[in-house]
């Protein structure tokens, strides 16, 4: 016989079996009317492109929640929605859409994922690695390595060392050659004591990706702690914000459908301080296409296609960006700059000068002019205009003043006067790697040098070749192997320089490496650091 709290509770369960039933016969529309409607954005302030698609984007919901009856075809019209809003960072509205789609179709990893990204972004890292966790059960492969990264980031951040280490690894195994896997597993070592193997990764980390400067920070607190001093304070000094990238799939097709010419700026930032100048351009391409009259955007395009060699095009920008601000030191200070690169010296000069004349207490416009001088060949004006500039100078730029001070007398023939100069800037504790290599170079061909300075120039060179093996860092390692009688080693490293001048199209414009070369062959050191037409005297 069943007693009356068992009877109760199985009358319960008919009761609820058959509200299901009845819900279930309902139609379709019915049913799903139920879902919450996504708040309808402030658009006010945004930019009309933007408020174009989402005020589009709100009047899509009111048709569809009427129109749709299939579950699954409204779960995905909702994920586009969200899609929609968190491409303008409209976070909230996308979390409640999302959140309709797992109400609709539960147990979707790629729309945990989402919901991670916007947990992470609002800094709740409990709920984003709880939806990290849904998102990669049954992860779809292109959430796999890119929800590995953004759990490791946010269990880092909460403490969870060991459970970072493992998404870490299995990250760097997915795609070994990722740096936001790499960097991130060389920060978890650290924060795990493993020091020799952090420090390791962390390197790797960064020659992969040079531009993922925040790598250094922990770099240098590895370092450290293995008593590396030295190797410690140079990773500190090349330390900022560039953070290391990786490839996500899922933002990137969410980011795509943005009409925010905002996003795109802060997006092409973004990619120009990660070094991906194709990228940078390409996305602020896109908000000049919605904006052509913003001087920011025109601003930071023309700067990142100078860097890609783009010169033409970074000068259209500039001129625009003159039209639009004629009053500003700074767009003719750009525009002056990028003529310089183009070879365009007497168009440089009047960019200058208008600068000058717009911001009389600006000394960047007087400086221009003197970079200008020692691009022209005419060092000793340079040299003045340096040393004034050094006399006058604040404490923030006395180091930039003096390096260029001393890199004129040096294009003026007066080896010793720049190391007198140069040195004294390296005393100050601002070795950063233009003045290491520059001294590295002077002390390998100027005057007699003694064993000691060549030991510290040999030290510089060497730390800056293997930060970065460049063209510049692999000669300047070789010119400094070759006063210190290897010639064998030189010659590697100048054939090292001569065929990344090849691979670049600059070979031609760089006869003194060839020059080098032979003197090195001839076990001859070389006459000089930098030859008059260096690339180091122009503009950067």
């Known amino acids: 016989m069943i007693d009356r709290p068992l009877r109760r509770r199985a009358a319960r369960a008919l009761f609820l079996l058959f509200c299901f039933i ?15 409607a996504i708040p309808v954005p402030e658009l006010e302030s ?90 990669l059960r049954n992860a779809h492969p292109d959430v796999l390595v890119p929800g590995r990264i953004r759990r490791g980031n946010e269990l880092l951040e909460l403490g969870r060392v060991d459970e970072a280490l493992d998404d870490f690894s299995r990250a760097v195994e997915l795609a070994p050659d990722t740096p936001a896997a790499i960097g991130g597993l060389g920060r978890a070592q650290l924060r795990s004591g493993r020091l020799e ?28 702690e293995l008593g590396r001093v030295d190797a410690a304070r ?6 900022g914000d560039g953070e290391a990238g990786f490839a996500d799939p899922v933002l990137a097709s969410i980011q795509m459908q943005s009409r925010s010419p905002q996003y795109y ?29 913003d001087p920011d955007i025109l601003a930071a395009l023309g700067e990142v296609l100078v860097r ?59 400086a221009a002019l003197a970079r200008l001088d020692l691009h022209a060949g005419r060092a000793a004006g340079a040299a003045e205009a340096f040393a004034a500039l050094l006399a006058a100078a604040e404490d923030d730029d006395r180091e930039f003043y003096r390096y260029w001070f001393g890199m004129s007398r040096l294009a003026a023939g007066d080896c010793a006067a720049a190391q007198r100069t140069l040195e004294q800037g390296a005393e100050s504790g601002a ?37 970065e093996p460049t063209l510049e860092s692999a000669a300047t390692l070789a010119m400094v192997y070759a006063a210190r009688g290897r010639f064998t080693d030189a ?26 070369m032979a003197r090195y062959r001839e076990e001859r050191p070389a006459e000089r650091p930098f030859a008059t037409d260096h690339p180091v005297f122009r503009v950067d």
């Not at 952090?198 to 400067?213: D, H």
């Not at 973004?270 to 351009?281: D, K, P, V």
């Not at 039209?323 to 007497?346: C, E, V």
Request: glycine content about 6%; overall charge negative; some cysteine.
């Open 46 to 135: 945004a930019a009309p492109p933007v408020r174009e698609v989402l005020s589009r984007a709100v009047e899509q919901e009111q048709r569809f929640r009427r129109q749709i009856e299939d579950p699954a075809a409204l779960a995905n019209a909702y994920l586009g929605l969200g899609d929609v809003y968190l491409a303008h960072d409209y976070r909230e509205q996308a979390r409640r859409a999302y959140l309709n789609v797992l109400d609709l179709t539960p147990d979707r990893s790629e729309v945990h994922y989402r919901l991670g990204i916007i947990a992470s972004a609002d800094g709740r890292a409990e709920d984003a690695v709880a939806q990290y966790d849904r998102a």
């Open 22 to 36: 009845a819900a279930s016969s309902l139609p379709a529309q019915q049913r799903w009317s139920e879902l919450p």
């Open 491 to 516: 010659v590697d490293l100048q054939a090292q320089a001569i065929f990344e001048a090849l691979k670049q199209g600059r070979l031609d414009a760089r006869p003194d490496l060839q020059a080098d």
């Open 431 to 467: 070795l950063n790697p233009a003045l290491a290599q520059a001294l590295a170079r002077i002390r390998a061909t100027c005057g007699e040098a003694g064993e000691q300075d060549l030991a510290e120039a040999l030290a510089w060179a060497e730390e800056l070749y293997y930060a």
């Open 308 to 366: 890609l060699g783009r010169v033409d095009e970074a000068v259209e920008r500039f001129e625009r960006l003159v039209m639009i601000r004629p009053d500003s030191a700074d767009a003719h200070l750009y525009l002056g700059q990028a003529l310089q690169r183009r070879g365009d010296l007497s168009g440089a000069e009047s960019a200058y000068r208008e600068a000058a004349r717009l911001a009389p207490g600006d000394d960047r416009p007087t």
């Open 234 to 239: 140079a990773a500190l000094q090349q330390a």
């Open 265 to 293: 700026l802060e997006a092409g930032l973004a990619q120009a301080g990660q070094g991906n100048y194709e990228a940078a351009a390409d996305l602020l391409g896109r908000a000049d296409a919605l904006d052509p009259g």
């Open 197 to 224: 193997e952090a420090a390791r990764n962390l390197r790797r980390a960064l020659e992969i990706q040079p531009a993922a400067t925040s790598l250094h920070h922990s770099l240098a607190m590895a370092l450290r």
